[in-house]
């Protein structure tokens, strides 16, 4: 991946920080970030491949609290690899003390921009299904869960606790007039007052509009809702 021309973009976050594509100077202060922010932190190596990648798949952002890319530090980041069509979260992460800002955010919201930049219509994700806080982050920017994948992370508290959601959010295209405008759809909105899990019988059901499964959010039962 060449380095990006792109050195800065406006920041959205409630803090002041810079959201820009990552540079190879970024690598040390991300690697930080994520040695913080994960038990089982990815490598080196998964960031220095960003910059050595033959075919350019994996996009990685950063939120700095620099203007320019020589200065402050980075607080998160995240990476995403955009295939033909689909398109995958492999890691998001902000820094505890720069948490609740809108960082999380920002950086998915231009991460699922890229992808839909690079044609591509579905992205998706996986994340611990005890990480509720990362899946209100993802539900919120439109993300449903599809599945559930067992034994996904492996972990040494036993298997439940290594077991993954799949989520995914549909980068919908929509032709409006000439122009044909790709918008990313935002409606995994929360419905829970409208739907009872027939299991434990929660109120607090989550489906998109896009989409018939309906997710327990206290059980996690899924099931087919009637069509609107
Ligand atoms: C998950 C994580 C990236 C969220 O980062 P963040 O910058 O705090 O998230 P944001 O501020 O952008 O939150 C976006 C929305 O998610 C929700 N949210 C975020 N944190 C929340 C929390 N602790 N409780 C409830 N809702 C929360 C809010 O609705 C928020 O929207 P709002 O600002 O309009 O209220 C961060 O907690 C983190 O780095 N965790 C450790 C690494 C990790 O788990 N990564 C995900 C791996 S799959």
Redesign the pocket.
Same mark, same amino acid.
């Given at each position: 991946m060449q380095e990006s021309k792109q050195t800065s973009t406006t920041a959205t976050t409630k803090a002041s920080l810079t959201l820009r594509e990552m540079l190879r100077s970024d690598i040390e202060g991300v690697v930080s970030v994520e040695n913080i922010? %994960?038990v089982d932190p990815f490598p080196r190596d998964s960031f220095d491949y960003v910059f050595t990648q033959t075919h350019k798949q994996q996009h990685a952002f950063v939120l700095s609290t620099g203007k320019t890319p020589l200065e402050g530090v980075v607080v998160?980041y995240v990476m995403v690899e955009c295939g033909e069509q689909k398109a995958e979260i492999l890691?998001?992460?902000?820094r505890p003390d %720069? #948490?609740?800002?809108?960082?999380?955010? !920002?950086l998915l919201k231009c991460a699922l921009q890229t992808a839909k930049d690079l044609k591509c219509n579905v992205c998706s994700?996986?994340?611990?299904v005890s990480?509720v !806080?990362?899946q #209100?982050?993802y539900t919120?920017l439109g993300f449903h869960r599809v599945a559930r994948a067992q034994y996904y992370y492996g972990t040494s508290d036993g298997p439940q606790k290594g077991d993954a959601l799949v989520m995914e959010c549909k980068l919908v295209e929509q032709i409006e007039g000439k122009d044909k405008k790709i918008e990313q759809d935002v409606s995994g909105k929360k419905h829970g007052t409208l739907l009872q899990c027939p299991l434990c019988e929660s109120s607090r059901c989550t489906y998109s509009s896009l989409s018939l499964l309906v997710v327990c959010d206290d059980c996690d039962h899924q099931w087919e809702r009637e069509n609107d």
């Amino acid at each position: 991946m060449q380095e990006s021309k792109q050195t800065s973009t406006t920041a959205t976050t409630k803090a002041s920080l810079t959201l820009r594509e990552m540079l190879r100077s970024d690598i040390e202060g991300v690697v930080s970030v994520e040695n913080i922010c %994960f038990v089982d932190p990815f490598p080196r190596d998964s960031f220095d491949y960003v910059f050595t990648q033959t075919h350019k798949q994996q996009h990685a952002f950063v939120l700095s609290t620099g203007k320019t890319p020589l200065e402050g530090v980075v607080v998160g980041y995240v990476m995403v690899e955009c295939g033909e069509q689909k398109a995958e979260i492999l890691s998001i992460a902000v820094r505890p003390d %720069f #948490r609740g800002q809108g960082g999380a955010a !920002t950086l998915l919201k231009c991460a699922l921009q890229t992808a839909k930049d690079l044609k591509c219509n579905v992205c998706s994700l996986h994340v611990l299904v005890s990480n509720v !806080t990362a899946q #209100r982050v993802y539900t919120k920017l439109g993300f449903h869960r599809v599945a559930r994948a067992q034994y996904y992370y492996g972990t040494s508290d036993g298997p439940q606790k290594g077991d993954a959601l799949v989520m995914e959010c549909k980068l919908v295209e929509q032709i409006e007039g000439k122009d044909k405008k790709i918008e990313q759809d935002v409606s995994g909105k929360k419905h829970g007052t409208l739907l009872q899990c027939p299991l434990c019988e929660s109120s607090r059901c989550t489906y998109s509009s896009l989409s018939l499964l309906v997710v327990c959010d206290d059980c996690d039962h899924q099931w087919e809702r009637e069509n609107d």
